[in-house]
Nanobody, 122 residues
Framework: DVQLVESGGGAVEAGGSLTLSCTSP????????MAWFRQAPGKAREGVGA???????SYVDSVKGRFTVSRDIAKNTLYLEVNSLKPEDTGVYYC?????????????????WGQGTQVTVS
């Protein structure tokens, strides 16, 4: 199993920005696909953005143009830059890693999860 730890969440006003980070005390295989998911109160967890070993990315339509997923393999860190935040972006944001060589926003493709970091947009 891969341990994942998120950070960078917080409370911001609509239109604001944050950068979330996800790192691991151990090694994350560069071949893993990594992704960010979020879960709003009373709603199902949804995939936000994913990145594969080649650096290819995919996003859910609601965040395209506003969110950017990136990874620094040397630093063992995944990032999510979130801009132009909206109240509907509020939720707990989770980092995930999975043994897939392609981008996927299906939670079933991920076997390693962090504990989440809260993002609140008012």
């Amino acid at each position: 199993d891969v341990q994942l730890v998120e950070s960078g969440g917080g409370a911001v006003e609509a239109g604001g920005s944050l950068t979330l980070s996800c790192t691991s005390p151990g090694h994350i295989s560069s071949s893993y696909c990594m992704a960010w998911f979020r879960q709003a109160p009373g709603k199902a967890r949804e995939g936000v953005g994913a990145i594969d070993e080649q650096g290819m990315t995919s996003y859910v339509d609601s965040v395209k143009g506003r969110f950017t997923v990136s990874r620094d393999i040397a630093k063992n860190t995944l990032y999510l830059e979130v801009n132009s935040l909206k109240p509907e972006d509020t939720g707990v944001y989770y980092c995930a890693a999975g043994e897939r060589t392609y981008t996927t926003l299906d939670s079933h493709d991920y076997g390693n999860w962090g504990q989440g970091t809260q993002v609140t947009v008012s």
